[in-house]
């Protein structure tokens, strides 16, 4: 008869790995709050400096300065008028359109890259766009730039193939990171105790690439920031 302290005692159960925490729902009027304030975030800093360069004009005892008003309202109107048409497809309906020229988005990606300190790399195959590429690839880029505050270069690239956009942009230079609330509404959870500016535009994007069945991922290394979606070519 064998031993009953013999006996091998259970096995511990294993421990069950954590569910990953449920998508945040926001109020639909407070996601468009938060939505309108990042965009008046946008337009505001070039708005106020034209207004500031024609006080400079109007201004008889800075008549010395009549040119370097010109060229701040120059300036600050042409940055205006890229973040206004680059807002149209990013985040707006850009009136019925439902496909887009590369070229076209090509321009408008390179136009918000034009006033800030990296360069981006266009590397985007299809010739048309279809809308939620289009907004995933804008929302992508300006995302991009902003994980580069000392510069350095983002290349987007953008391939189709059975029926999918698989985009993908790899931000490197100096500091490049995700703030922490970026990084957590691209995985569409709430901000958290930040303000809004800078998540707002990581979940909408979220929510543009689940709303058609996509993926999106984001990877983090030491001055590199590599962000990837993939969504429906039609």
Aim: aromatic content about 4%; charged content about 20%; glycine content about 8%.
């Amino acid at each position: 008869m064998s031993d009953p302290t013999d006996t091998p005692a259970p096995a511990a159960p294993e421990t069950a790995p954590e569910a990953p925490p449920a998508p945040f729902v926001p109020d639909a009027a407070e996601l468009a709050a938060q939505i309108a304030a990042r965009l008046c975030h946008d337009f505001i800093s070039p708005a106020s400096a034209i207004v500031s360069g024609l006080d400079l004009l109007e201004d008889p005892t800075a008549q010395d300065m009549r040119e370097d008003a010109m060229g701040l309202i120059t300036q600050s109107a042409r940055k205006l008028a890229d973040m206004l048409q680059f807002a149209r497809v990013a985040f707006g309906a850009s009136a019925t359109a439902e496909t887009f020229d590369a070229r076209e988005l090509e321009s408008l990606a390179k136009g918000v890259f034009a006033h800030v300190r990296p360069e981006l790399d266009w590397k985007v195959e299809p010739a048309a766009i279809n809308k939620p590429a289009a907004r995933v690839i804008m929302n992508l880029a300006q995302i991009a730039a902003g994980a580069l505050p000392m510069g350095g270069t983002a290349t987007l690239r953008a391939v189709e193939a059975d029926g999918k956009v698989a985009i993908s942009i790899e931000a490197v230079g100096p500091r490049g990171r995700l703030k922490p609330e970026v990084l957590r509404g691209l995985q569409g959870q709430d901000r958290g105790d930040a303000v809004g500016g800078a998540w707002v535009q990581a979940y909408y994007l979220w929510l543009i690439v689940k709303g058609v069945g996509g993926h999106l991922a984001a990877e983090t290394g030491e001055d590199r920031v590599t962000l990837a979606a993939v969504v429906p070519a039609i």
